[in-house]
């Protein structure tokens, strides 16, 4: 399957500008004419004629777009002006229009109100983007939308619902998602307006997953203590472990979370994720170099803890998760990991 083209970044203001002269002309549609206008100062203009009216706003050229654009309104001075970036993520064009903050960006999105004047216009695509380097979709921080996504594989979602599930800024989830959705791994299910919020769903699971697994580094995101308990089997340790630290604060992964999961071959161990800061000594256990039958995992990101499931009064974390934990560690963990994502129930 081809990649879908990259998007061109804009580095200086001359070419935001120039770009925008160029590829900036409405002729009648909806009645509405307008042009972009570059002025021998180097500033530019959009002259609009709308019912025989006659509008001139003064372009305000921003390369890298910032909640700090919502106070553009307060620092005209009674100008009218339109704010003009590459590219804006649309939670942010969003707050901009509930600001009354006139705005467009190099993909087609428009925004302009006055007394006699609305024209509200979505972007037709994504041709350009912003300086600086590309988000990887897939960082400690940005996988958070990633892994709550391919855990409700058929929900759709807001932004905010988004945010609010994975505790990331809006911005970053409004980056993420334009990320996602340039590589056609998730599809944008529904516009968004003045009314309604945009909704978002995984486009391609497989591909998305398959992503995510490409740039997973096991050992940079995960520190692990190993541990030799005493027990007849390892439904004890994980018991053990279980009620010892508190139900609430450890979330089973890799073999043992598996094999509830999906059962495939004999867990060696049991490993689960810590919230909290372990203890240097714990009373029920004996800490060991290797050979341990309990690894307990303090993870970099606290996003691993999202989208856990209870299984037999276990909280396991997501399938997805376990997954990715199972594909770097031996003892038949890629086995256990391409069966339990084979099975029908994965991610369900």
């Known amino acids: 399957m081809n990649e879908k083209p990259k998007t061109k970044a804009v580095e200086s203001v001359e070419s935001l500008l120039s770009l925008f002269v160029q590829n900036y002309q409405i002729q009648g549609d909806g009645g509405v004419y307008a042009r972009a206008v570059l002025l021998a100062d180097g500033r530019a203009e959009l002259r609009i004629e709308l019912e025989h009216q006659k509008l001139i706003l003064e ?11 919502l106070k553009a309104k307060a620092e005209t001075g009674g100008k009218r002006v339109l704010l003009l970036c590459p590219s ?64 409700h594989r058929a929900q759709e979602w807001t932004q905010e619902q988004l945010e609010q599930r994975t505790g ?7 980056l993420t998602l334009a990320d996602l959705i340039e590589r056609e791994l998730v599809v944008q299910t529904r516009p968004g ?40 089997n390892l439904a004890e340790v994980a018991e053990t472990a279980r009620d010892a ?9 890799q073999w043992f979370a598996a094999h509830l999961r999906h059962p495939y071959t004999t867990p060696p161990l049991v490993s689960a994720y810590f919230k909290k800061t372990l203890p240097d000594e714990i009373t029920w256990a004996r800490q060991v ?17 999202q989208s856990a499931q209870l299984v037999d009064g276990y909280q396991l974390a997501a399938d997805v998760q376990i997954y990715l934990d199972l594909l770097p560690v031996g003892q038949r963990g890629p086995e256990q990991a391409q069966a339990l994502r084979e099975w029908e129930g994965f991610a369900k």
Do not use: C, M
């Open 193 to 232: 307006n003045r009314h309604v919020a945009a909704l978002y769903r995984v486009n391609d699971f497989d591909r998305l997953l398959d992503a995510w697994r490409a740039e997973d580094n096991w050992r940079k995101r995960t520190t692990i203590r190993q541990y030799s308990v005493l027990a007849g």
């Open 289 to 305: 170099d290797n050979g341990g039958n309990l690894w307990l995992i303090t993870p970099k990101d606290e996003g691993v803890f």
């Open 245 to 253: 630290l508190g139900a609430d604060n450890v979330l089973f992964t």
């Open 59 to 69: 372009v305000w050229p921003r390369l890298n777009p910032s909640r700090q654009l």
């Open 168 to 174: 990331i800024s809006r911005a970053l989830v409004s």
């Open 88 to 151: 804006l993520p649309d939670a942010l064009a969003a707050d901009l229009r509930s600001a009354g903050v006139n705005h467009a960006d190099l993909n087609g999105r428009l925004f302009i109100k006055t007394p006699s004047v609305l024209l509200d216009r979505s972007p037709k695509g994504k041709a350009y983007r912003n300086p600086g380097a590309e988000l990887n979709p897939f960082t400690l921080k940005s996988s958070r939308v990633v892994r709550l996504l391919l855990s």
